[in-house]
C-alpha cells in the first residue's frame, strides 16, 4: 500500500516537472527565440519584392544625370556611383541602433534590418529590441505599394500599435525619398522628380499611387548628401492622431568602400516647436547592393 502511494507520487512530481518544463520552454521561446512570425512576414516580403526587381547588369553613364539638379550631379560624380551598376535593391545592415518610442521616452538598443527598392519605391524594415533588457519587442516598418504601415508587437503576441492611412502613407513615402540617395538609382526613376535650388540645395518630389511628397536635400562642398528637410511628415500621437512637423534625416561620417562613399551614420529628428526630438541614432555597418555586393 505505501509503496503503492509512494510510486502515485513519483508520478505526480514526474507530470508537474514536465508540465513546469513545457512551460518555461514556452517563456524561453517567448522572451528569447528570434525566429518570429513577423520576422517570418518581414522576410517574406523582401523576397517578394527583390522578385519584382527589373534592373539588369547596367553601368550608370554620365548622361544619364545631366538632368539633374547640379548637387546631385556632383553627388554622384563625388560619391563614385558614374560607371557603377545600378542598383535595384538594396540591403542596409545596421549596427549600434538607438531608437526612442516618444519624446519622454529612454533610449532602446534596437536590432534593425532594412531594405529598399528601386523599380516600385518600397521600404520593408524589420526591428527587434528587448524592453527592460527582458521583454521582447519587434516592429514591423514599411512603404510597400504606395501604402505605409508601422507594427509593433512585445512577445510575439501583444500587439502594442498597428499604424495605417493617410497619414503613415505620406510619412512612409517621405522617408523612403529621404534615403533615395543612398541608393541613388532612384533618383533617376519617373517617380522622382528634382527642382534646382542653389549650388548646395535641390528639392526632390515623389510621385507615386496618389500620393505625392517633397523635401529639400542639402550637400556640403565635397559633394556628400548632409540633410534631408521635409514638411511632409506626420508625428504619430497615439490613438489615432497625428500632427504634421518639420522632419530632418541627417546623414554623415562618410566612408569609402569598392571606390562608392556612402554615409555610416544616419539620424532622425523631429523639429518641433519646444525644440528638436531626435528619435533615431544608427550605424550602418554594410550595404548590399543588387542582394549581391557587399560594402
Known amino acids: 500500500m505505501g509503496k503503492t502511494k509512494l510510486t502515485k507520487a513519483k508520478k505526480i512530481i514526474l507530470i508537474a516537472i514536465c508540465i513546469f518544463a513545457v512551460i518555461c520552454g514556452i517563456i524561453s521561446s517567448l522572451i528569447f527565440?528570434?525566429?518570429?512570425?513577423m520576422k517570418k512576414i518581414f522576410l517574406s516580403q523582401v523576397q517578394t519584392e527583390l522578385e519584382k526587381c527589373k534592373i539588369g547588369n547596367e553601368i550608370l553613364k554620365e548622361e544619364e544625370i545631366s538632368n539633374l539638379p547640379e548637387p546631385v550631379q556632383h553627388y554622384f560624380k563625388s560619391c563614385g556611383y558614374l560607371g557603377k551598376e545600378k542598383m535595384s535593391s538594396a540591403e542596409f545592415i545596421w549596427g549600434d541602433v538607438n531608437f526612442k518610442m516618444g519624446v519622454e521616452k529612454p533610449w532602446l538598443k534596437i536590432k534593425y534590418q532594412q531594405n529598399n527598392f528601386v523599380t516600385e519605391p518600397s521600404r520593408i524594415a524589420y526591428i527587434y529590441s528587448k524592453m527592460f533588457g527582458l521583454i521582447p519587442f519587434e516592429g514591423l516598418d514599411k512603404y510597400q505599394g504606395g501604402q505605409g504601415n508601422m507594427l509593433g508587437k512585445l512577445l510575439k503576441k501583444v500587439t502594442l500599435f498597428d499604424v495605417t492611412g493617410a497619414e503613415m502613407n505620406e510619412s512612409a513615402a517621405v522617408t523612403f525619398l529621404s534615403e533615395s540617395l543612398i541608393v541613388?538609382?532612384?533618383?533617376?526613376?519617373?517617380?522622382?522628380?528634382?527642382?534646382?535650388?542653389?549650388?548646395?540645395?535641390?528639392?526632390?518630389?515623389?510621385?507615386y499611387k496618389d500620393i505625392k511628397v517633397e523635401g529639400i536635400f542639402i550637400f556640403n562642398d565635397k559633394g556628400e548628401f548632409t540633410k534631408f528637410e521635409t514638411d511632409n511628415r506626420y508625428m504619430d500621437l497615439g490613438d489615432g492622431r497625428f500632427e504634421k512637423h518639420k522632419w530632418t534625416a541627417v546623414a554623415s561620417n562618410y566612408i569609402q568602400k569598392n571606390d562608392l562613399k556612402v554615409p555610416s551614420k544616419m539620424k532622425a529628428i523631429w523639429n518641433l516647436p519646444q525644440g528638436d526630438f531626435e528619435y533615431f541614432d544608427g550605424t550602418i555597418t554594410e550595404i548590399i547592393y543588387n542582394n549581391k555586393q557587399k560594402l
Do not use: H, S
Open 33 to 37: 527565440g528570434e525566429d518570429t512570425p
Open 184 to 207: 541613388p538609382t532612384c533618383a533617376l526613376q519617373p517617380y522622382i522628380k528634382w527642382e534646382f535650388i542653389d549650388q548646395n540645395r535641390a528639392k526632390a518630389i515623389l510621385e
